[in-house]
């Protein structure tokens, strides 16, 4: 798992970046009407037809983002797509596009990089999307990555961060945490393998964190679902640096306060499980894990009765006034303020 030699690496040298591009693009289909041109002139063209365009960007950086001694090229490319995706998603739009640019250093040969845009490819044609262009440049060490997502919406279909109002119902997608515990164990697994190389983790009782991390989802199915439930969110936001933090944003966004119920936060029991094993208090993760990549919303309190039997949606609180501050209810029913805490304070916190 930590290994990943190869027999016969191609030097990138041996093809320049044009010849690169080329090579590393050429499988790239188009599917949408709005990709006029794609790969293969100065610029792309798009043409959304009278659609609101949404753009986001993401920049993944080795050593920050991603750890190569356990997280494979494949899925790295996978999840640098599904990243952007989850953006556009919270928007309540359509991905159309996307470009992709890597900065890379000599110490990756072809064959790293085409397993790198196979994880791509694979995400683009799941997810029914054009890779419309991008650069390739020489990084003086390790792996960038910076995909750009464009997307497609009517006006009246766009959510933004802004539009709770007090009363509003707090509701999240999925369930919280697993990712953040997926990486905890992989970290356990890496210092096991520096101190003994020949041993070969049994990830196999972790399986779904360890998805959750290496091979996350966007939540593709939730724009369709909110068309067929003839539901529009009041505000939308995706969970990337963990629960506390969107909450945050979306209450400074529409200037309310919020009462998130602890007991409500829809946790996988593996998630449960494997935080009593590293003894870290689960609501913390939920908090503050992040790289969920659910969706989080507010939904007006009428609209419930479309939501509540539905096991996509987990309802975690609702909306106050801006004056009664941000809190977590605890199981004990005691208020807490929310504070943002990413997931990088999360093991300083423990120590």
Not at 2 to 27: A, M, V, W
Not at 150 to 178: F, I, Q
Not at 194 to 202: C, I, L, M, T
Request: proline letters at 4%; one cysteine or more.
């Amino acid at each position: 798992m930590f290994q990943n030699s190869r027999e016969n690496k191609t030097s990138l040298s041996d093809l320049g970046e044009f010849g690169l591009i080329d090579h590393l693009t050429k499988n790239f289909k188009i599917t949408h009407e709005s990709t006029i041109k794609g790969i293969g002139d100065d610029a792309a063209v798009l043409d959304f037809k009278g659609k609101q365009t949404v753009v986001t960007t993401d920049l993944l950086v080795e050593g920050v983002h991603f750890d190569l001694a356990y997280m494979p090229l494949k899925h790295l490319g996978y999840k640098s797509v599904m990243v952007n995706l989850s953006d556009v998603y919270a928007m309540n739009a359509t991905p159309k596009q996307i470009t992709v640019s890597i900065a890379v250093s000599n110490r990756f040969p072809l064959e790293a990089l085409e397993e790198l845009y196979a994880g791509i490819q694979l995400a683009a044609e799941l997810y029914k999307v054009d890779v419309v262009g991008g650069d390739t440049t020489s990084s003086a060490s390790g792996l960038l990555i910076s995909i750009t997502a464009l997307g497609a919406a009517s006006e009246e279909d766009v959510v933004y961060r802004s539009g709770a109002k007090p009363n509003d119902l707090l509701v999240v997608t999925g369930d919280l945490g697993a990712a953040y515990m997926g990486l905890q164990v992989l970290e356990r697994e890496k210092e096991v393998f520096k101190v003994n190389p020949n041993s070969q983790p049994d990830l196999e009782p972790y399986s779904y964190l360890v998805e959750r991390q290496l091979k996350p989802e966007a939540r593709k199915d939730i724009p369709d679902l909110f068309k067929a439930l003839e539901l529009k969110p009041t505000s939308m936001i995706d969970i990337s640096d963990g629960l506390s933090s969107e909450i945050i944003h979306l209450c400074k966004s529409a200037k309310t306060g919020v009462n998130l119920f602890e007991e409500k936060i829809p946790l996988d029991p593996a998630v449960i499980s494997v935080c009593e094993e590293f003894e870290i208090d689960s609501t913390t993760i939920a908090l503050s894990g992040g790289e969920d990549y659910e969706l989080l919303f507010t939904i007006d309190q009428r609209d419930y009765d479309k939501i509540k039997a539905n096991p996509n949606f987990t309802v975690i609180g609702h909306m106050a006034e801006e004056n009664e501050g941000m809190h977590l209810v605890t199981r004990a029913n005691q208020k807490i303020p929310l504070i943002a805490r990413g997931w990088n304070s999360i093991g300083k916190e423990e120590e």
